[in-house]
């Protein structure tokens, strides 16, 4: 046995137990996460959560940090996907986010809402999807996917960039 942890020695094992209970309070409390790309530096894309929701007719993957008493929605994902699910259906979907619907309106759009902060309109989708491996449908239950979209070209500071990630949604 190494003598730095042989039992005699119990200053390293205090050591060790406390690196050990750092390290797993740590890893507990580090539920949420980070959106990528080059809009990132522009606004904090870090999370604490994120929500799934499947509601008349839209599915939305919301990124959100609790405030206060209140809730900032760091980024929501949402598509009109009321077309595309077949009655009684619970599986995985791809969504084409730029998609052009009848009407002139896409598919997805992206939102944001954190308090303090001017309202942010963002530019339309270039080209963007939404992958969900199974649809959400009761409370509780777990959703995982991810998401990619590039905006258009244009004058708005958010023209031509990016955000993508991965998640692990909760329905609420």
């Not at 994902?77 to 084409?96: C, F, H, K, Q």
């Not at 969900?132 to 509780?140: E, H, I, R, S």
Request: hydrophobic content about 40%; overall charge negative.
């Amino acid at each position: 046995m190494s003598p730095r942890l042989h039992p005699t020695h119990s200053h390293g094992f205090r050591t060790l137990a406390l690196v050990a209970l750092v390290a797993g309070l740590c890893a507990c409390s580090d539920e949420g996460g980070a959106l990528e790309g080059s809009v990132s530096p522009l606004l904090d894309l870090k999370y604490k959560r994120a929500e799934a929701v499947l509601a008349e007719g839209e599915l939305s993957i919301n990124f959100v940090s609790p405030q206060g008493s209140g809730v900032n929605t760091v980024l929501k994902v949402s598509a009109r996907v009321g077309d595309m699910i077949p009655e009684g259906y619970t599986g995985g979907l791809t969504i084409n986010l730029a998609e052009a619907l009848e009407g002139g309106a896409q598919r997805g759009v992206i939102g944001r809402s954190v308090l303090d902060e001017p309202a942010r309109v963002f530019p339309q989708l270039e080209r963007g999807s939404l992958v969900v491996d199974n649809l959400p449908t009761a409370q509780g239950q777990r959703v995982t996917g991810d998401f990619h979209v590039t905006f258009v070209n244009g004058i708005d500071i958010y023209s031509g960039r990016t955000i993508f990630g991965s998640f692990e949604a909760t329905v609420p």
